[in-house]
C-alpha cells in the first residue's frame, strides 16, 4: 500500500527555474504574493523549495521557540525577533525563512521603509532551524552552513527525535550537545536561555 504524504511531514517541491526564469528579488517576492498559501524559499542556484504548512508536532514546537526568542528580545531592546514566515534574502542570492531569527537593531536600522516590509535583505545574526520529521539531517545541517557562509553569528540545528542541538559558530567545528534542557546564548545574545523542556516530550 502506498502512503500518502500528510502536511508538514512530505518532502519539499523543489522546481527548477534558470536559466529559463531568472526572477529579481522584486519579482520572486510577488510571486510569493500571489502564492502566500505556501512557505517557499529560493537557493542560490535560483530553485525554488515549496513547503506545505508544517505539522501539528512542529508547528507547536515552532510557536514555542518564537516566544520565548520574543520576549527575551524585547526585554534585551538591542535586536528583534523574527518568526517562521519571514523571509531573509542572503548575500549569496538564496533567500530562506528560518524557524525563528533574530537581528540586532543596528543593522535593520541602515535599511529604508521599503526594504522592511519586504523579504530583509540580510543574513540573521541568529537563527534556529528545527528540524521536522522529513527533514533529513544533511541537507538543514547544509542550510546551516549556508547560514554561517552568509554572515550569521550562531545558529541552532535543534532536532527533538533525537533529543541533539546542533551548535553554530564561525570559523568554529559544530558543536553537538547531548539531551540538553536548557541552551544559552551568550555571549552573542547575553542573557537569553531556551528552555527545551517543551520542545523534547510531545506537544500535545
Known amino acids: 500500500m502506498t502512503?500518502?504524504?500528510?502536511?508538514?511531514?512530505?518532502?519539499?517541491?523543489?522546481?527548477?527555474t534558470r536559466p529559463a526564469i531568472d526572477m529579481s528579488p522584486?519579482?520572486?517576492?510577488?510571486?510569493?504574493?500571489?502564492?502566500?498559501?505556501?512557505r517557499i524559499e529560493r537557493t542560490a542556484e535560483g530553485d525554488l523549495r515549496i513547503m506545505a504548512p508544517a505539522g501539528g508536532g512542529t508547528g507547536s514546537r515552532n510557536a514555542i521557540i518564537t516566544s520565548i526568542l520574543t520576549t527575551w528580545a524585547l526585554q534585551d531592546g538591542t535586536g528583534v525577533a523574527f518568526d517562521s514566515s519571514t523571509g531573509f534574502t542572503l548575500p549569496n542570492g538564496a533567500t530562506r525563512s528560518p524557524d525563528a531569527a533574530w537581528v540586532q537593531r543596528a543593522?535593520?536600522?541602515?535599511?529604508?521603509?521599503?526594504?522592511?516590509?519586504k523579504f530583509l535583505p540580510l543574513c540573521p545574526d541568529f537563527v534556529i532551524e528545527l528540524r521536522s520529521p522529513s527533514d533529513g539531517l544533511g541537507s538543514v545541517?547544509?542550510?546551516?552552513?549556508?547560514?554561517?557562509?552568509?554572515?550569521?553569528?550562531?545558529?541552532?540545528?535543534?532536532?527533538?527525535?533525537?533529543?541533539?542541538?546542533?551548535?553554530?559558530?564561525?570559523?568554529?567545528?559544530?558543536?553537538?550537545?547531548?539531551d540538553p534542557s536548557r541552551m544559552s546564548g551568550d555571549p552573542?545574545?547575553?542573557?537569553?536561555v531556551l528552555d527545551l523542556t517543551h520542545i523534547w516530550e510531545p506537544p500535545f
Open 3 to 16: 502512503s500518502v504524504p500528510t502536511y508538514g511531514q512530505s518532502q519539499p517541491l523543489v522546481l527548477h
Open 26 to 38: 522584486e519579482q520572486f517576492y510577488e510571486f510569493c504574493l500571489l502564492n502566500r498559501e505556501w
Open 107 to 117: 543593522r535593520l536600522a541602515a535599511l529604508t521603509a521599503e526594504q522592511k516590509e
Open 141 to 178: 545541517q547544509e542550510k546551516m552552513q549556508e547560514y554561517l557562509d552568509n554572515g550569521t553569528r550562531l545558529s541552532w540545528l535543534i532536532d527533538p527525535s533525537a533529543r541533539q542541538v546542533y551548535v553554530s559558530r564561525p570559523s568554529v567545528s559544530v558543536e553537538r550537545v547531548d
Open 188 to 192: 552573542e545574545l547575553p542573557g537569553f
